[in-house]
């Protein structure tokens, strides 16, 4: 286990470009497993996350090259087996996008309970039902154990909710299923637009992606493909806060303006100096204020991914912000250490945090609870004065790469031990 040592109260400064989007890169990397042709991705996130779920490939059959690097080259000849490395699997949640490519290649598919953020809290309900409406059929066993003796069958899917990933179960399954199936109450975050894309180069006919219902043409037999992901605006939207935080001035390459909107209307709301120029977002110093009520929603609201970043941004903020995580609630528990730091929280019930400001932090040991909320904690760290430790450090790393060098190259005193 890891720990970041942060010495508080430096303003940074600086260019960071982001990578691939993670919410993409990993039902993509399983998309791969549809066919036996070579795919080609590149702008990958070099995170955690994504060996994990390149390591899972390794184990199914696959073969994978640049496993480390911004390209992968994914190619599986043949599925060798229908359960993948259940160790793998406990330390990823994305993993439960493994159950449609090998219910279309094997038959059947026995995946352990996924793991990640939150396993106890999230359920894969969603995802079951659109797997059932498929053809797919529980079986006696550990874990979730589906199969299909007659294959995936065309469907008219309703989603009890607009799911992220359980939209990209649907699509995976539905794709390699022969006739036309239509997902209803379907999510419209942009990593699910590009997995349809992706869908779409491999051979399937969709349509509707980014609205609620998506109409997906499956074929017998998929072939390669290419895509390269788009810039992550979850993680650009944190090097923002970073920048806020520590009044500095950050520019963010590799960011989409269409994806970024989300993101400057509510730092706008707290009066943070942001511009989007071409793919450069960019933050300015500035007084902040506290936004009145931030409401997380479903795309294009702002993502619950995001919460617990301004909810760190509204403690250095004139006045007082209720945040509003209708989703998630370990995020904003995770957060009440910052009351430790010296932060003027409320937390009303698990959903909702009144904060006020601006108060002066100071710094303490940290645990990160989840990716998010982690990162969160780090941009605490670095506005507050002395020394916090943030760990353990790799929670954070499953979804921000070279986090330690890229602080430091914006001028952040920082170490991991």
């Excluded at 995001?306 to 909810?311: D, F, I, M, Q, R």
């Excluded at 982690?374 to 506005?383: C, E, F, P, R, V």
Aim: hydrophobic content about 40%; charged content about 25%; overall charge neutral.
């Amino acid at each position: 286990m890891s720990t970041l040592v942060i010495h508080g109260g430096r303003q940074l400064n600086g260019r960071v470009n982001v990578e691939g989007n993670k919410n993409a890169a990993l039902p993509l990397m399983a998309a791969c497993l549809l066919t036996d042709e070579p795919c080609t991705l590149t702008n990958v996130p070099r995170i955690a996350d994504v060996e994990v779920m390149a390591r899972l490939l390794l184990d199914l059959g696959a073969n994978v090259e640049g496993i480390g690097s911004t390209t992968l080259r994914i190619q599986c000849r043949e599925v060798t087996k229908a359960e993948p490395d259940s160790t793998l699997v406990g330390r990823l949640r994305g993993s439960v996008l493994l159950l449609g490519p090998l219910l279309a290649r094997r038959g059947a598919a026995h995946v352990a309970p996924p793991g990640g953020d939150f396993p106890a809290r999230r359920t894969i309900r969603t995802h079951i039902d659109a797997l059932t409406a498929m053809g797919a059929r529980a079986i006696e066993g550990p874990g979730h154990r589906f199969e299909v003796p007659n294959g995936l069958k065309a469907a008219s899917i309703y989603l009890d909710e607009a799911s992220v990933t359980g939209t990209e179960t649907a699509l995976l399954a539905a794709a390699a299923a022969p006739g036309v199936s239509e997902i209803r109450h379907a999510a419209c975050e942009p990593h699910v637009v590009e997995l349809c894309e992706f869908l779409r180069s491999m051979g399937a006919g969709i349509s509707g992606e980014g609205s609620h219902t998506i109409r997906v043409e499956g074929v017998a037999r998929l072939r390669g493909a290419s895509k390269r992901l788009e810039g992550d605006y979850i993680e650009a939207g944190s090097w923002a806060v970073v920048g806020a935080i520590t009044g500095g001035e950050v520019e963010i390459g590799g960011t989409r303006p269409v994806d970024m909107e989300v993101v400057a209307s509510v730092l706008r709301k707290m009066q943070v100096d942001c511009e989007q120029q071409d793919d450069v977002f960019r933050v300015r110093p500035g007084k902040l204020v506290g936004a009145g009520r931030i409401t997380t929603g479903l795309w294009p609201g702002f993502p619950s991914d995001l919460v617990s970043l301004v909810t760190v941004l509204a403690t250095q903020a004139d006045g007082a912000t209720l945040v509003h995580d209708w989703l998630y609630e370990l995020r904003l528990f995770a957060l009440e250490q910052m009351s430790g730091m010296g932060a003027d929280l409320f937390l009303c019930d698990p959903h909702r945090i009144i904060v006020t400001g601006p108060r002066r932090l100071r710094g303490k040991p940290l645990d990160s609870r989840d990716i998010r909320s982690g990162m969160a904690l780090i941009a605490a760290a670095l506005a507050a004065d002395g020394e916090s430790r943030v760990e353990p450090l790799e929670t954070v790393e499953r979804g921000y790469s070279r986090l330690v060098e890229r602080l430091q190259e914006l001028g952040a005193r920082v170490s991991k031990i």
